[in-house]
């Protein structure tokens, strides 16, 4: 992507309908990214590999607070782990959500594919189970797929930050 901000919906979404129109398949994928890290890139490549345009979205600085990851997270602001993810070149746009989820940007953009870590479990259809995948009952009735991408032991940003 190369760009050094992240998206509004409409521009997602008319990114969405030309590469729709050439044929693209689109997956989304969603996340704090706080401190980002190689399980990260693993999580995001792996995504890319189920499609051809790589969509994430990102949660915003009150969103992160919200999901009471910790007092002080998180650490770096949603613009900057927005720069930091579209300088991947195989991130084809991003974007940063307030909502608690990302549930209006997945049933407004119908990805072909969704996908989440492998703490999240794609048979689950109880919404309320934390390994549940928002939006994963939404893009199936649409004709999509749902993906879990497995973890890399002793990667994560909590780990990290322990250390």
């Not at 997602?12 to 129109?21: C, D, E, F, H, P």
Request: proline share 5%.
């Amino acid at each position: 992507m190369n760009q050094s901000e992240s998206l509004n919906l409409d521009e997602i979404l008319s990114l969405a309908s030309k590469w729709r129109s050439d044929g693209e398949k689109i997956v989304f994928t969603n996340g704090v990214f706080d401190i980002l890290h190689v399980g990260h890139l693993h999580c995001l490549e792996s995504a890319l590999a189920l499609g051809t345009k790589l969509v994430v979205g990102i949660n915003s600085d009150s969103s992160v607070r919200r999901l009471g990851k910790a007092p002080d997270r998180p650490i770096h602001s949603d613009f900057n782990r927005a720069r930091l993810i579209s300088a991947l070149s195989f991130v084809n746009a991003v974007t940063i959500f307030d909502s608690d989820t990302p549930l209006s940007i997945i049933t407004s953009l119908s990805p072909d594919v969704l996908v989440k870590g492998g703490d999240y479990d794609p048979s689950c259809i109880d919404q309320d189970h934390p390994t549940y995948i928002v939006g994963s009952t939404e893009i199936r009735a649409a004709g999509g797929t749902v993906h879990s991408v497995p973890l890399l032991p002793g990667h994560s940003t909590t780990k990290i930050l322990n250390q």
